[in-house]
């Protein structure tokens, strides 16, 4: 049976990071669906089957450069959210020591050090200065 199905799956995609982040939302939204009942939980419930279906789909797809690009973009948006995230995470870390800018020029966050009033603050990234409160 195992090499039935491993020659069955020859050429095909299978599961990825995007597969797999889609059985966890198809989950939780079962669960959902679950929980609420009544239209809400049945119109919850529908798209957790739609997230099933397109899950399938993509395991079982022969088009393995096409579902590759697709994880590719999703990889890429999920470092994107993730690096938000600890970029978020470190500002709120730092808060007590540090006050964060915006460069008014290049929108880059700067950092500088608590307590010394009015100061000049100069962008590493792009030269600009400007006056802030620390």
């Known amino acids: 049976m ?5 020659q069955f799956m020859v050429g095909r995609n299978g599961n990825d990071q ?3 982040f889609l059985i966890l939302v198809t989950l939780a ?3 959902l669906g679950r929980l609420f009942g009544g239209a809400f939980g049945s119109i919850l ?4 089957l739609a997230g099933l279906a397109v899950t399938y ?3 079982l797809s022969k088009n393995v450069y096409r579902r ?10 999920r470092y994107r959210v993730s690096a938000k995230m600890r970029g978020l995470r470190e500002r709120w870390v ?5 006050k964060f800018f915006s460069c008014p020029a290049c929108h880059c966050t700067l950092r500088v050090p608590r307590g010394h009033n009015k100061i000049r603050i100069v962008c590493k990234k792009c030269g600009h200065s400007f006056v802030g409160r620390s």
Do not use: H, P
């Open 29 to 31: 939204l079962l669960i």
């Open 94 to 98: 730092q808060r007590k020591d540090y």
């Open 57 to 59: 789909f993509r395991m």
């Open 68 to 77: 590759r690009e697709e994880n590719g973009r999703f990889m890429q948006l």
């Open 45 to 48: 419930t529908g798209l957790a």
């Open 18 to 20: 995007l597969n797999s």
């Open 2 to 6: 195992r090499q039935r199905l491993a």
